[in-house]
């Protein structure tokens, strides 16, 4: 049994060495980088954890922290939330009454904010939101600034994200009933279960595997989103939209402060880690 196993490692050998050129190895560059003070030209000083130590009194960074935690909400969330209604009524409601297209239909609408470039759909939102032109502000019949007010502009992110993120859990739901046995749904419409108790009692524990999946991808995309921030609103006004990876951003490329920078995007690196690790937990004991 050995030696038929011994084979397969080779197959494992290309993806190892990918693995390894893309993750570990820049990762450990980066945590290299993050104990020195360098500017990107020049030789790197030593410092230690010089640049740990002033991340835990920087208000920038934890502030850019509890920004992240509204797009966790935001990204995650929420969009799995509504997107286990929507996935439920296209599969159980929609695709029953009006037929499969119909459904494949909207499924296809509500997923083509994720097909969209990040920098494509930002710039439509930017023009949408303008103060003076925008659409939103036209329909509506108000006088905002929804990127430029500081009250505003993290609602406004935050919004325009569960909008981009909304498809890709219809998408994962919907495909995970269809393993679902329609035996389980015919025999609760036959003993009068309404929609909504379908959908609670069979629905979203048939499906729980699918649902630790987005709420894990999304978190983690939500921790390390940079392109929205960056197309919208640059992390401003102020630090008012202002989130880890943007930070790091700034101090890599602006402020020329790479070891900050580095010690920024480690933390962030090892938080997501810890992350994945605390869902994964929590799913096998669900299992």
Known sequence: ?????????LYLVPSLVLFTAVIVVPFLMNVGASLTRWSGVGTPRWVGFDNYARLLKDERFWQSFQHNAG?????????????????????????????????????AAYYLPQVLPVAVAGVVWGWLLHPLYGAVNEMLGLDLDWLGDPDLALATVMAVMVWFQLGYPVVIFMAGLQRVDPAYYEAAEIDGASWFRRFWHITIPQIRPEIFVVLLTCTIAAL????????????????????????????????????????????????????????????????
């Open 224 to 287: 390390k989103v940079f392109g929205p921030i960056f197309v919208l609103t640059r992390g401003g006004p102020g630090n008012a939209t202002m989130v880890p990876s943007y930070f790091s951003y700034l101090n890599f490329f602006q402020k020329s402060n790479v070891g900050y920078g580095s010690a920024i995007a480690t933390v962030l690196a090892l938080i997501i880690i810890v992350v994945t690790f605390l869902f994964l937990r929590v799913q096998e004991r669900e299992q």
């Open 1 to 9: 049994m050995r030696v038929r196993t011994r084979g397969y490692w």
């Open 71 to 107: 797009l966790i909400v935001a990204m995650a969330v929420v969009p799995t939330a509504i997107g286990l209604v929507l996935a439920a009524a296209l599969f159980d409601y929609i695709g029953k009454r009006f037929g499969p297209r119909t459904a494949s239909a909207l499924r």
